[in-house]
């Protein structure tokens, strides 16, 4: 039984790590899109929406656009890209940032590096408080459990 009070909170400290890294990795991609210098006009092929939670839980709706652009050396390179603005529909053309190594991790949001830095930091400092509590917990259940042995 003890177990389950170290197994669960490594567990939640595993998927916050988790969603940390994948945090930073597309913060760094978009840096290095806005930072290239390469940018292409694409076009968005498609729209459309992703719901989650229900029932219980508050409903999310996230919109995606899947935009399609011509590298400078002719590749034909497609992304989906989510949280982009309503106000792109499908068969717009749109100026994308892409790195000339990932062409694949481009992205349509206009250069914001302030934004970017202050978003993705509030997340991961979110992130290493989830990380703190679980330790603590994990803390004081070995507290508990020693002083309960004695």
Do not use: N, Q
Request: charged share 15%; aromatic share 10%.
């Amino acid at each position: 039984m003890e177990a389950f009070f170290y197994v669960v909170p490594l567990l939640m400290i595993g998927l916050v790590s988790f969603s940390a890294f994948t945090v930073i990795r597309r913060a760094r991609d978009i840096s290095s899109a806005w930072g290239s210098g390469l940018t292409a006009e694409a076009r968005c092929l498609r729209t459309y929406t992703t719901t989650s939670g229900g029932g219980e839980t508050p409903v999310s709706t996230t919109l995606h656009h899947v935009y399609e652009f011509a590298t400078r050396e002719g590749r034909l390179v497609r992304f989906d890209e989510t949280g982009g603005p309503g106000t792109t529909v499908e068969g717009d053309f749109v100026t994308v940032h892409y790195a000339a190594d990932r062409p694949e991790r481009a992205t349509a949001k206009a250069p914001a590096p302030g934004k970017l830095a202050a978003g993705t930091g509030c997340l991961l400092t979110l992130f290493a408080v989830i990380i703190l509590i679980c330790l603590g917990f994990m803390a004081v259940a070995h507290t508990t459990f020693d002083l309960a042995a004695t």
